[in-house]
């Protein structure tokens, strides 16, 4: 079993993407152990702090540290990633020859309200990710276009080909996974 850290790109309560990583985490997945790792408290990156790092920022990289893998589950915020996603991935580079994610196999998925779903963010994730040394799993894509149908109230996905979908992402993810461990 490989403990899966997730990152959900969005601090708001009724997120689309926690709601996202809910009903994934209903799919078949026996090889991955999701856990969404609580980024509320994680402060503003400044360098001042790197002698002393906030508690937050150190529970953080322990978890990112203690993962098998990855999975960023991102919104799109005006055709890029959410800022405090990238705080988040600045903590982890910090300090030098400190990084957290070098190595780390990572996957990308997302939903937004806009028409090109998260597929923009997610190129800009992508470069920033590799630019620090994960390794990141690159097919297939997912960002889907967020519409109300498609989870229900209790975060089941309601289209049976975007659950199959889904289920083909998992599959690969588990295998990404397990190659790069």
């Given at each position: 079993m490989f403990n899966i850290a997730v990152v959900v790109g969005s601090l708001r309560k009724e997120s689309f993407n926690k709601k996202l990583v809910h009903a994934l985490d209903k799919l078949n997945h026996p090889n991955l152990k999701?856990?969404?790792?609580d980024i509320n408290e994680v402060p503003l990156y400044n360098q001042d702090n790197e002698g002393n790092m906030p508690a937050?920022?150190?529970k953080f990289k322990k978890e990112i540290q203690d993962a098998a893998g990855?999975?960023?589950?991102?919104p799109e915020y005006n055709r890029s990633i959410p800022g405090m996603l990238k705080n988040l991935i600045d903590w982890g580079t910090r300090p030098y020859g400190k990084n957290v994610w070098a190595n780390k196999p990572t996957g990308i998925i997302?939903?937004?309200?806009?028409?090109?779903g998260t597929a923009?963010?997610?190129?800009?994730?992508?470069s920033i990710l590799v630019a620090i040394?994960?390794?990141v799993m690159g097919q297939p894509e997912v960002y889907f276009v967020h519409k109300d149908e498609l989870y229900d109230a209790n975060?089941?996905?309601t289209n049976e080909d975007t659950k199959k979908f889904l289920q083909g992402y998992l599959?690969?993810?588990s295998g990404w996974i397990e190659s790069h461990s």
């Open positions: 999701f856990t969404i790792l937050a920022v150190v990855v999975l960023f589950v991102t997302g939903v937004s309200p806009g028409v090109v923009v963010a997610q190129g800009h994730l992508r040394g994960a390794i975060n089941n996905i599959d690969k993810f």
